[in-house]
């Protein structure tokens, strides 16, 4: 008999078992997350960047209360930034800003979904951003906000607007030493020496192919200059003959090549300007930098001048 009851109650521990199963020993969850979330990390490490924001994302949904989920949050938008795909970078620092507003991290990551915008050249976007980072007075991001709203100005040609917001950065900001040089440099955009269309045009009028030389381009210089000459000769040679109706043809065709000349040239000098105001945008830019990178893996924004 006392055999039968210990039958049934392993039976029914069975059944109680089965239906209710035993939760998982403890600490064992949290092993689970720490290895999920150090292999989301090894990956970043390795440049893996896309592996890793799927890992962050597996983590952050199997254990959304993790110490860890904050940071795997920030580490998305950043793997989407170092992979430079903008558009996914910007929806993922929004949904960081949403979600974490209390965060450590929240300005940091507002300083960085301005420059993602600016890179994503959605330079409205990206001046609100700054905008916002610079009233909220963070000594941190505040100045480098302003610097970064300098950059886009800078883009947008406007040499004095940039100079100006340069200027604003205070004297005892880390920002200073890269502002103030770069303020006296920067008006120089309007001092370039740019090409005159108008004089390109009037050129091209005169001889076909002055034009292109006095934009630098003797290839298509000469180009527009064998053509049109070979065109107007032919022309002159059949009317002498009294073709004209095969003369009329040809100066039809001269006139063409002639008109297209002039607007090339014209065009070209406007390339020509054009490249070389943004030749100097990237020398400067590239000589006076903030750059986001990870020192001994925390994230920071590093000042450098290169000469």
Known sequence: MLRCRYAYLVIVLAIIMTIF??????????ESAGNVFGFAESLYDEGDYFRAIGEYKRFIFLHPTAVQTEKAAFRIVESYFHAKRWPEAIVAAQQ??????????????????????????KHDEALNTFDALAKASVPQYSDKAVY???LIHLEHLDWQGARDLLLQVPRDSPVHSLSSPFAY??????????KSPLTAGLLAAALPGAGHLYAARPRDALVAFLLNGTFLWGAIELFRHDDYVAGGILSFFELGWYSGNIYSAISSVHK??????EDFIRRLENKYTLSFQHVQGVPTITIGKRF
Do not use: C, H
């Open 272 to 277: 020509y300007n054009r490249n070389l105001e």
């Open 96 to 121: 960081f800003l949403a979600n974490y507003r209390a965060s450590p991290l929240y300005f940091q990551m507002l300083y960085l979904k301005g420059r993602l915008e600016k890179l994503d050249n």
């Open 185 to 194: 440099e920067v008006v120089g955009g309007e001092t370039l020496p740019r």
């Open 21 to 30: 199963p035993a939760g998982p020993i403890w600490g064992q969850d949290d």
């Open 148 to 150: 970064q709203k300098a």
